[in-house]
């Protein structure tokens, strides 16, 4: 999330009670979590595993819970108790929770051509292009943007929380959640079937890229980013903060693991299971997936293994 304007690191330390290490008059950007923090921008860091990858990331201010750290040149560290509940203090700040008072929210901008059917929800600060359709119950939630020539059919969500905790088991409530103050972008020709949810960014967006094609009952989840003319079957589900590159085909049913990349015309059989990254113009199948061919083979050989099975033992035995 960008600041709407930047604001001091000494500000920022005012409002959350830390103390600033560095030069409190530089500026801060906007907050972010690792996988998408840029430079100007904030970043906490609660645990000592995750220590160096924050201090060495992309971020320019740090709000940690220790000054026990090599701080690289040109950081500015905000020292405070509770980073995590520092980043909720900002985002409330920034970002505050408002309830809706109408289906359409006055702040949205709907772009001409485009059809809004019954019973649709239109949140804060929407952005909606020109001649899109928007089927019953289709819920944008606030801060999404959608491009033009969109169709969204009946009872999709974009721009749901993100699915993201964090897990301390020393307190009462082990999962406290980390607000979402990211968005949803949707670009240009893009088809969203029945019953899909799109989960906002935590902190920056969540994107679909041009021409891709979604059908009923899909899962995206925050941070991803989806690229051009993408195909995605029924029941797709697709874990935070992947890339799927330009072209992939995934059919029915595939399940996709956090953090990786699908490359650039992938082909994904149904049922699926992707674990780990996948080198782009390649087909696949299995979980976890290999190679399509090198699955089917396998498959031909475990149908046979009844047959080889009494030919070493005899006739008469079986299995």
Same mark, same amino acid.
């Given at each position: 999330?960008?600041?709407?304007?930047?604001?001091?690191?000494?500000?920022?330390?005012?409002?959350?009670?830390?103390?600033?290490?560095? /030069?409190?008059? #530089?500026?801060?950007?906007?907050?972010? !979590?690792?996988? +998408?923090?840029?430079?100007?921008?904030?970043?906490?860091? /609660?645990?000592?595993?995750?220590?160096?990858?924050?201090?060495?990331?992309?971020?320019?201010?740090?709000?940690?819970?220790?000054?026990?750290?090599?701080?690289?040149?040109? #950081?500015?560290?905000? =020292?405070?108790?509770?980073?995590?509940?520092?980043?909720?203090?900002? *985002?409330?700040?920034?970002?505050?929770? @408002?309830?809706?008072? &109408?289906?359409?929210?006055?702040?949205?901008?709907?772009?001409?051509?485009?059809?809004?059917?019954?019973?649709?929800?239109i949140g804060k600060?929407?952005?909606?292009?020109?001649?899109?359709?928007?089927?019953?119950?289709?819920?944008?939630?606030?801060?999404?943007?959608?491009?033009?020539?969109?169709?969204?059919?009946?009872g999709t969500v974009?721009?749901?929380?993100?699915?993201?905790?964090?897990?301390? +088991?020393?307190?009462?409530?082990?999962?406290?959640?980390?607000?979402?103050?990211?968005? =949803?972008?949707? !670009?240009?020709? =893009?088809?969203?079937?029945?019953?899909? @949810?799109?989960?906002?960014?935590?902190?920056?967006?969540?994107?679909?890229?041009?021409?891709?094609?979604?059908?009923?009952? *899909?899962?995206?989840?925050?941070?991803t980013s989806v690229?051009?003319?993408?195909?995605?079957?029924?029941?797709?589900?697709? $874990?935070?903060?992947?890339?799927?590159?330009?072209?992939? *085909?995934?059919?029915?049913?595939?399940? =996709?693991?956090?953090?990786?990349?699908?490359?650039?015309?992938?082909?994904?059989?149904?049922?699926?299971?992707?674990?780990?990254?996948?080198?782009?113009?390649?087909?696949?199948?299995?979980?976890?997936?290999?190679? $399509? &061919?090198?699955?089917?083979?396998?498959?031909?050989?475990?149908?046979?293994?009844?047959?080889?099975?009494? #030919?070493?033992?005899? $006739? /008469?035995? /079986?299995?």
């Open positions: 999330m960008k600041f709407p304007q930047p604001v001091s690191v000494n500000w920022v330390a005012a409002l959350i009670n830390a103390k600033v290490t560095g /030069d409190g008059e #530089k500026e801060a950007l906007g907050i972010n !979590e690792i996988h +998408k923090v840029e430079q100007g921008d904030l970043c906490f860091v /609660d645990h000592p595993k995750y220590y160096d990858a924050c201090l060495n990331s992309s971020a320019t201010h740090i709000i940690i819970n220790t000054t026990e750290v090599i701080v690289p040149d040109g #950081k500015t560290l905000l =020292v405070t108790a509770d980073p995590f509940e520092a980043y909720l203090t900002i *985002v409330d700040h920034f970002r505050p929770f @408002t309830a809706a008072t &109408k289906p359409v929210s006055d702040t949205a901008a709907i772009g001409e051509g485009t059809i809004v059917m019954p019973n649709v929800f600060d929407v952005k909606i292009g020109n001649n899109c359709i928007i089927h019953p119950n289709v819920s944008i939630m606030d801060y999404s943007v959608i491009g033009n020539n969109v169709v969204i059919q009946a974009i721009g749901s929380d993100a699915f993201y905790y964090n897990t301390k +088991k020393n307190r009462d409530a082990w999962y406290r959640r980390m607000k979402s103050c990211g968005d =949803v972008i949707i !670009e240009d020709d =893009v088809e969203i079937g029945a019953g899909c @949810t799109i989960d906002r960014g935590v902190t920056a967006s969540t994107v679909i890229g041009k021409g891709t094609k979604i059908d009923n009952q *899909v899962h995206i989840g925050h941070d690229g051009k003319n993408c195909l995605f079957a029924a029941q797709v589900g697709i $874990a935070g903060a992947v890339v799927i590159e330009d072209g992939v *085909v995934l059919w029915g049913q595939v399940g =996709v693991n956090k953090t990786l990349t699908v490359g650039s015309n992938a082909v994904v059989y149904a049922q699926s299971g992707i674990a780990s990254t996948l080198e782009g113009g390649k087909t696949y199948f299995g979980s976890p997936v290999v190679h $399509a &061919k090198e699955k089917m083979k396998e498959l031909v050989w475990i149908k046979r293994i009844p047959e080889l099975w009494r #030919k070493v033992m005899g $006739a /008469d035995d /079986d299995l």
